[in-house]
């Protein structure tokens, strides 16, 4: 199925707002977009549009489209969100998941254990920003398999957007230095339990992990926003 113009910015700029490469308020101007994808502005605008009917990009009026800021209380609204449907999911997960699916998220894990044994090499043990948005992409590949794999597509349609919503507007994504050596050792060994828990088929315990892995995410990502305020 060829991919339309359209649908190249959008994964393009989609990409860029996933990396950090464009910051809560940033103007988004189609021409200049347009010439950087290497296609013309119009399907850059229906990119936007696209983006703008998903909440990730505002129209201001007279002044053009902007990514959109969340505030505090927004982003708590997310995790209040979170809170509730991704340990359903994980549960449902628990019930559901397929041999190959697991054999990814173990692949992921190693993944996780690869980046936390790298930064022990490097100056104070802290990632660089190219690592750190490795990191976020694995953390989100991880969580996205185990959405689909909880085989409920509008239960993991909307976790997943709820997710996306809360790491693209929180100040974690922007935020350099956060991923430590120990930081990223202890979250590789919290994704590798919560991998043999789904492995053994015990939706409760999964549940309870993911609940509490909520739990320990909103109190991180608060907690940043207040010593930083809006991203």
């Known amino acids: 199925m060829q991919t339309t113009l359209a649908e190249k910015a959008y994964t393009h700029i989609r990409g860029m707002l996933s990396r950090g490469e464009l910051a809560p308020g940033t103007r988004l101007v189609n021409r200049a977009l347009a010439a950087e994808i290497g296609i013309s502005f119009t399907p850059v605008r ?3 549009n696209q983006l703008a009917s998903e909440g990730l990009v505002e129209y201001v009026r007279g002044a053009g489209a902007y990514v959109r800021r969340v505030d505090r209380v927004e982003l708590e609204q997310l995790f209040d969100l979170r809170a509730n449907l991704e340990p359903f999911a994980t549960s449902q997960a628990a019930q559901h ?6 054999e990814e998220l173990f692949r992921l894990c190693e993944h996780f254990h690869d980046l936390a044994r790298g930064l022990r090499d490097v100056p104070r043990r802290v990632a660089d920003v190219d690592t750190w948005a490795e990191w976020l ?8 398999l ?19 919503m809360a790491m693209l507007f929180g100040p974690q994504r922007t935020t350099t230095g956060i991923l430590t050596f120990s930081s990223a050792a202890r979250s590789w060994r919290e994704h590798t339990v919560l991998a043999r828990l ?10 309870v992990w993911m609940r509490r892995h909520v739990a320990t995410g909103r109190r991180n990502v608060l907690a940043r926003y207040d010593a930083r305020g809006p991203a």
């Open 46 to 48: 229906e990119a936007i």
């Open 97 to 102: 998941i397929d041999s190959a699916q697991l």
């Open 137 to 144: 992409d694995v953390e989100e590949s991880f969580h996205g």
């Open 146 to 164: 185990l959405f689909r794999a909880a085989g409920n597509v509008w239960l993991t349609k909307v976790a997943a957007e709820l997710r996306l």
């Open 198 to 207: 789904l492995a053994g088929g015990d939706a409760a315990a999964a549940e």
